[in-house]
């Protein structure tokens, strides 16, 4: 039983409509990271949330931790084939250093 | 920003025989390394944390002996992998960090065993 329930799975959309990917779990995190990879290549941070209610924004991504901080949400507003990838949500709790990895949704953005 | 560089990015090699992988941060100081495992469209799954110049704490079901974690210096850490096995073939992904807000992952390696 993976710590972080990431969902969905799987996403495919047309080039222009949004998406949500979920993330959420019953453990406490000091902070949670959102990770885009390609393939073949190491996750690439894309943002780091630390307080409870937190909302960021970068360009067309928007994400939140829940004021619990125990889930947090990436929204992408009007996808572009370029955001296809693995999105990776990763949680660190204060007692380690270690970072649980959700399971990964993978997106297709069609064109 | 924070780069950490691993090497090499694809290896193949014999069944039986060992392969190590490298995993230096270039332009910090890592108090903590993790090494990860990832599957064609899997997660990443924790192997085993190293901090310099301790034993490596390894997660279960992870072979410590088969997996041999070295964390010389505050900027490498390599993870040996001793009479790999066709089994053994994955992509092995490494991270760094100095705090656990701030963490750094090496490209991966592409590890095949034949």
């Known amino acids: 039983t993976q710590l972080l329930e990431q969902s969905p799975q799987f996403l495919s959309i047309q080039e222009g409509e949004n998406l949500t990917v979920y993330c959420n779990s019953l453990?406490?995190?000091?902070?949670l990271q959102w990770y885009r990879q390609e393939p073949g290549e190491g996750p690439v941070l894309l943002v780091t949330v630390v307080t409870g209610g937190e909302v960021k924004k970068l360009k067309r991504l928007t994400f939140q931790f829940g004021d619990a901080r125990k889930d947090s949400s990436l929204h992408i507003t009007a996808a572009q084939p370029g955001d296809t990838g693995l999105y990776l949500c990763a949680g660190a709790r204060s007692n380690d250093y270690k970072l649980s990895f959700g399971a990964g949704t993978t997106v297709t953005v069609r064109a | 920003g924070a780069v950490v560089s691993q090497h090499p990015s694809w290896v193949i090699c014999k069944s039986g025989t060992s392969v190590k992988i490298e995993c230096r941060s270039l332009d910090f100081q890592a108090t903590t390394m993790f090494w990860y495992r990832q599957f064609p469209k899997q997660s990443l799954m924790l192997m085993a944390t190293?901090?310099?110049?301790?034993?490596?704490?390894?997660e279960q079901g992870v072979e410590k002996d088969k997996f041999l974690i070295n964390h010389a210096s505050l900027t490498l850490s390599t993870l040996t992998v001793t009479s790999a096995h066709p089994e053994d073939s994955s992509f092995y992904i490494c991270?760094?960090?100095?705090?656990?807000?701030?963490?750094?992952f090496g490209s991966g390696t592409r590890l095949t065993v034949v």
């Open positions: 453990s406490v995190f000091s902070s």
């Open positions: 991270s760094a960090t100095e705090s656990n807000y701030g963490y750094t």
């Open positions: 190293s901090n310099e110049g301790s034993k490596a704490t390894y």
